[in-house]
């Protein structure tokens, strides 16, 4: 068994990192005994950020996964709570797994309080997961699209990592994807030559993944190439 820093290491994934980060950022903006519903929430990892506020959560509880108990079990296309409730909203990693994103977008804007602020994030560039509910990747223009649709204001739009941290992903994943025994390549002499190469590629993908992902949390290069996720800040107007 490793160490627990070398697995640390190892292990270390640059955009929870980066998650982290940004839901912290927005814990820090709520002010003491704001309510707060966590939309999704799943098992709840961003809850003891909110420990000054009230925080309440909501998910249909479906995947088979470890969940929090959630104050409202319930389609987030219908949340059993009157309107302008809450005065913000989390809403991290849920808009791919929704059939008809818009609809529960309508009711998040519903629930919040007039001048209320949501964070979001979401996948660009993120393998299937969670099936058979995952449905769609966002661009930026489809965010913005969504959310002036339903009446949000956009504070802010951003990649959530860098594309450093995008690398890493990809790595990570063709480590673990790539083919590498003999009988993946079929029954032919090729099979005996590409499965020394391949596994000699497997292992510097890894090494390299584990580099990304920390060079990631020193530097978010935005210049060039695509996030593997956005984050947005959001808010209602106080007029709506």
């Known amino acids: 068994m490793l160490p627990s820093y070398l697995s640390d290491f190892l292990n270390f994934n640059s955009s929870r990192y980066r998650l982290w980060q940004e839901n912290s950022a927005f814990a820090n903006s709520v002010p003491d005994g704001a309510l707060i519903l966590d939309a999704g929430a799943g098992d709840a990892p961003y809850k003891n950020l909110f420990q000054h506020a009230r925080y309440e959560s909501a998910d249909f509880e479906k995947i088979d996964k470890p969940y929090a108990a959630s104050a409202y079990v319930c389609d987030l296309r219908s949340i059993p709570v009157e309107d302008e409730r809450f005065d913000f909203v989390v809403f991290n990693q849920v808009m791919e797994h929704l059939p008809e994103p ?76 790539l083919p590498y025994r003999r009988r993946d390549f079929g029954d032919s002499l090729i099979g005996y030559a590409l499965t020394p190469t391949m596994l000699s590629l497997k292992i510097g993908f890894a090494i390299g993944s584990v580099l990304f992902h920390r060079l990631e949390k020193r530097i978010k290069f935005e210049s060039r190439g695509y996030p593997k996720n956005y984050v947005a800040i959001l808010r209602k107007s106080e007029l709506a």
């Open 102 to 177: 818009q609809l529960v977008l309508t009711e998040l804007h519903r629930i919040l309080k007039r001048g209320g602020r949501m964070i979001y994030s979401g996948p660009l560039f993120y393998e299937e997961h969670e099936q058979p509910f995952d449905f769609y990747r966002y661009t930026q223009f489809g965010l913005r699209y969504l959310f002036d649709k339903v009446g949000f204001s956009i504070e802010r739009l951003d990649w959530l990592e860098g594309y450093f941290g995008t690398v890493g992903y990809q790595l990570h994943n063709m480590a673990r994807y």
